[in-house]
């Protein structure tokens, strides 16, 4: 091919496109000095640095490929911790549920008690003022009775022992007519 080229330069004129002899020989040789600068000293710092870049980013692919079964790790071990709490909360939830149950139950209780010892002194102190009115209203019904019958009779009524057993009488009569009363107006 070379022979072609050269055959042709030389029959022809010097055509301005196709280079003369001299200087293909000498972009020869500055090719070759250029090809053998680049091969020895350029390329092998080139190539050097391409394999530390792929030794970096390799390194880099395992660190993430660690970090990455770390973080699944990290995130079963979560999942794990969480259902964990989850259950343990149910259980606290349940039991405060039954503890609060029980206090309830416990109150309940004593309520009733302390409403039945409530129910049972106010019984008590009704009972105790009824008899106290009783024996009051008794004392005032027969001081009136003594009075209205000294004055019905015209005499004076002031033996006490006569007394009490006029005004005595006078009140089993009145309880007699008022229990004979009851069961008729029942009726």
Not at 79 to 94: D, K, V, W, Y
Not at 100 to 115: C, D, H, P, T
Not at 145 to 166: E, M, P
């Amino acid at each position: 091919m070379l022979r072609t080229v050269f055959s042709a330069a030389a029959e022809a004129q010097h055509n301005p496109l196709i280079p003369g002899i001299p200087d293909l020989i000498w972009s020869a040789v500055c090719f070759i000095a250029l090809l053998v600068f680049f091969w020895k000293k350029i390329l092998p710092s080139v190539q050097q640095n391409l394999d530390a870049r792929a030794e970096v980013i390799e390194g880099g692919i395992k660190k993430a490929e660690i970090a990455q079964a770390e973080a699944a790790a990290a995130l079963e071990k979560y999942t794990e911790q969480l259902a964990e709490a989850r259950a343990e909360a149910g259980t606290i939830r349940e039991q405060a549920r039954q503890d609060g149950v029980k206090i309830l139950n416990e109150l309940k209780e004593q309520a009733a008690a302390e409403a039945a010892r409530v129910t049972a002194s106010a019984s008590a102190q009704i009972e105790a003022e009824r008899q106290s009115a009783l024996v009051s209203l008794r004392a005032e019904v027969g001081s009136l009775a003594i009075d209205l019958a000294s004055g019905v009779i015209g005499q004076s009524l002031s033996d006490d022992a006569k007394a009490a057993s006029l005004v005595d009488q006078f009140l089993a009569d009145l309880e007699k007519s008022e229990n004979s009363a009851k069961p008729e107006s029942v009726n």
